[in-house]
């Protein structure tokens, strides 16, 4: 499907491997990060990405070592502060791209500020959030998105923090890319890794991502062949919501409620809600789906692009207030030095 | 009988104060300019009440606006005042206690009727107007509203409107006071209410009636004159600390051609250095307002990443928040101004109010052995020397810089005689070093010039991608490394490249005195006018006393240890609890009295000169 274009200025394409570093890759065995980092380094070769106007940003945590291993500009930064590093090197250069990798205790734990702040902005960035439920660099601890209930080192008897449901924060910080996908599913992941590139303005990607050492499985009923089928929604833009083993399922709303239905029992596709992702109430329908659950009958939980809309972003406006100011008066530093009232002091 | 003109007066202290309605603030600020334009020097300081609108005629809803002029060389707005202007009862209340014995009143008669003196907290109406309190002062109650609302009868205005105009009256009058022409507020006025004649009519008119009124009234049998001041021959504008730093900000970006860009969160007493470079569009300036203080510094880091000269203002809370990022900034080597208006601390402290307290804040207040260079402001104008030089020995030295100002700096406001731009030293950024590629041709980032200070790369230079981070580097190649001795050499590194600016500053003067004086007084910061008018008026009575001011705190003048050992006798008087006299003492180990004062006020000339005249005597005896 991906195919390298041939114009790099130098005449040579570049190739997956060319995005990496000569640095050793140090996330365990196993961790699903290497076929993020796989996949980023394969869409990148295929959309011909310029390594040297691209920028990684990240805070700390498992997921946050990823600029190290990406063969562009970037800063591996302090915990929870990607979105507002990557926020002032924007602004300062918007020519750039600029890419803010983090995990769901980096950005939805301590940096939830800037993250908010970031989507609202509409900055045109885009955010790679690896979630995998649990804090990994320090061994264990549940996180903000982890299930009320989650024995973690932290929480010996279960923990009793609600979770985020990220998707619907994103939608509520005024996101205008909000988008899920997950590690096992490569094609997915590169297909919607290319849409949010396609974005002008913050791209929110949530990646389910496993940790096997402290938390495997996680999201393993989304990807494992037994209930992918009936667990996982893929969504397509002008498409009916179906899924099920060959696609014999539909989600149809009934007023503002969601319900399954069986194709082979009086309903067609037809009947379906067709999925339209400029369409914002129903966006936030669908990011509930993580909530409703067995409630109403175990809704599947979604991935693909549940929102998408244009907007001004932050950089574009500062920078035509400039050239709107510039374009009215001259700049002069000698006029700014004089301000408006001096006076002359003679002997 | 027309009075009589008194010349003596060198200086004179006048407090206009009121309630925060009465245009304190504009009176005050008309008067520096007429008489900055008549060629007085002066020093001015506005004192706003903390609440935003305090109820009417209360004592929290003061507003003052303090300043000296003369014609000679003025450093501080003045310790007590020869004229105290006040609106209404509370007024006078607040800042009787500041007035000269003998001082001058003016006091709107109308702001002490009995509802005004109860608000004021008066005990049973007691009228300090009529009941001999004053006795003291040279009292003069006017019914400035009745005479102002005389001079407009008959205007279209509403009464409202037309008390609104009552400090035109005042400031017409003190105009006539100080033998000052009416004539620039004139066209001032003018010019404001350009859109609204009838307003500036009725302004005009209350400024020229009691302009008038001196002669007419003939209640006053003094005016005084005072000659203009020796000032240096140049083109002079006036400037607050907050106005200077955005000036300086804006022209090192212009002189090193960077773009600046400035991010900060709204914090007292730092705001208007946000407002001010937000206004700078014209000059490519982009002002990011952050969603907190750890946004602000951290988006300023990623823009220096990207190449911008990058600045962030906070006060001393805000400061604490961002240590962490300043951290970060140490690691990455990248230039950032980072500026403390301090406050009145701990905590939200004192916001509105002046303090020196977070100078180890400064020079410490980091997690591990993070150094930065720390500066501090002398005076208002003195902000935008010294930002120019903060951003100076960022860029060059690819180092965050931390430079302390404070409240009394920030809106202090004096004459400056402002620079031209091409007299302002061009800014070099450091963007390659010898051997910065290895042999294979890889990019080492963290490869050092002579003064140990790596490159600055930006994104969208080919083929010098690099990465990196808060984690420790490896020497040179600014991988990842968890090697002890590395870290060893790094901190090292870091440390000496600091300690390497000290041959890249100028060297420490005295400014006031000589070295063989009996007494030294060691100043920072805003202690400066108040320090150097005591020593100047100390000198002339005869006391063998020297003013030094340290302006680079991190690192040291290299021959400040020589200069400061000529001294037996070494005074440093601070607004904390004594942090330079510990930093150069033991820095230096050498013996230094500490004066120190936690009122979130200045120090005032006299508990300086008493100061240093009781530690001579006390040595004498």
Redesign the interface.
Known sequence: MLKPEKTNGNGSPLTAKDYA?S?DVRWCPGCGDYSILKQVHTVFAALNVQ???????SG?GCSSRY??Y?????????HG?AA??????????P??DVWVVTGDGDSLAIGG??FI?LLRRNVDITVLLFNNEIYGLTKGQYSPTSPKGKISKSTPFGSVDHPFNPLALALGAEGTFVSRTVDRNPIHLREVLEESRKHKGTSFVEIYQNCNVFNDKAFDMFTNKETKDDTALYLKEGEPLLFGENLTKGIRLDGFTPEIVSLDNGYSADDCWIHDPHDKIKASILTNFFDYGLDYGGLPRPFGVFYKTERYTYEDL?SE??E???A????D??T????G??????? | MSPKIDESKNEVVILFAGDSGDGIQFTGGQFTETVEIFGHDISTFPNYPADIRAPVGTLSGVSGFQLKFGSVEVFTPGDKYDVLVVMNAAALKVNLDNLKQGGIIIANSAGFDSKNLKIAEYIDDENPLTDHSLDGYDLHAIDITKLTREALKGSELSIKEIDRCKNMFVLGFIYWMFSQTPKNTLKFIAEKFKSKPHIAEANAKALKTGYHFGDTSETFTTRFKLKPAALPKGKYRNINGNEAIALGLAAAANRSNLELFYASYPITPASEILHELSSFKSMGVKAFQAEDEIAAICSAIGASFGGALSATASSGPGIALKSEAMGLAVMLELPLVVVNVQRGGPSTGLPTKTEQSDLFQAVFGRNGEAPIPVLAVASPKDCFRVTYEACRIAIEHMTPVLMLSDGYIAFGAEPWSFPNSKDLKPINPIRKVDGMRNENGAFLPYKRNEELVRPWIIPGTKDLQHRIGGLEKQVETGNVSYDPNNHQIMTDLREEKIRKIANDIPLQELRSGSEDADLLVVGWGSTYGATETAVRELIKEGVNVAHMQIKYIRPFPPNLGELLSKFDKILVPELNKGQLAKLIGQEFQIKVESFTKMKGLPFNVEELKNKIQNILQHAEA
Not at chain 1, 70 to 78: L, Q, W
Not at chain 1, 328 to 331: C, D, E, N, V
């Open positions: 570093t640095q390594r040297e106007n691209t920028v990684f940003i700390i600029p190290y990406m063969n562009t500009y970037g800063i591996h930064g302090i502060r507002a590093i990557a926020s002032g090197l924007k602004t300062a250069r020519d750039l500020n800037h702040h500062m207030q400039i709107h100011s510039r009215k008066k001259s700049a530093l000698d700014l030095l004089s301000g009232d001096n006076y002359w002091v003679v002997k």
